[in-house]
């Protein structure tokens, strides 16, 4: 069921960011900054200092929204591998985006892992340009933590981490299927 749920989203949120992306490219009204998309990355290992490797792929739906410049965020990220073992449905509470790199976080509200509901979760973004470019999106893996863990930036979890900040220690990996949008909302 998960797994079922896990693509129904991936889905959704793909047709969200189409249409997202479209509207970005007709010349239309620039929107509010957000983060939208879905992709899988992986196996393999990741391009960061801390040595990381998964051995199955992982796959994650994001549609997140700040609305009014800022001011509110609203949105959810489904994140996991594609064995239903690790699903994660996130309540986004925050989003950070300079250039095409964004930090989106939350609090985990469904767990393949049980012991990790409540917990905080950030997770890092590149947008490397529409699909079909050599240069691929980006993620990093999903980090979280109890929210009392000091790792965490002040306001945590309704301010995010930078989206190049040293939580992310083990870099990134490219997704070989889907896209990821990161608009600030300015293009």
């Not at 801390?50 to 549609?63: E, G, K, V």
């Not at 340009?129 to 000091?150: E, I, M, T, Y």
Request: contains cysteine; negative net charge.
């Amino acid at each position: 069921m998960k797994k079922a749920l896990l693509v129904v989203a991936a889905l959704g949120a793909l047709a969200a960011s189409g249409a997202a992306y479209s509207s970005l490219t007709s010349g239309g009204p620039s929107p509010d900054p957000f983060v939208a998309g879905g992709g899988r990355f992986g196996p393999g290992c990741f391009d960061g200092p801390t040595p990381t490797c998964f051995a199955n792929p992982r796959d994650l739906s994001i549609d997140a929204h700040l609305e009014k410049k800022g001011t509110k965020v609203t949105g959810i990220l489904y994140y996991g591998n594609n064995a239903g073992v690790l699903g994660n449905r996130i309540d986004v509470t925050c989003v950070s985006i300079v250039g095409n790199r964004a930090a989106v976080g939350g609090i985990i509200k469904e767990s393949g892992t049980p012991e990790n509901v409540g917990w905080g979760t950030v997770l890092f973004l590149i947008d490397n340009g529409p699909p079909g470019q050599p240069n691929r999106d980006r993620s990093s893996a999903l980090f979280g933590a109890p929210l009392d863990d000091p790792s965490w930036p002040a306001g945590f979890p309704y301010t995010c981490p930078a989206p190049d900040s040293p939580i992310n220690t083990v870099g990134f990996q490219a997704l070989h299927s889907g896209d990821v949008i990161v608009s600030d909302g300015e293009d």
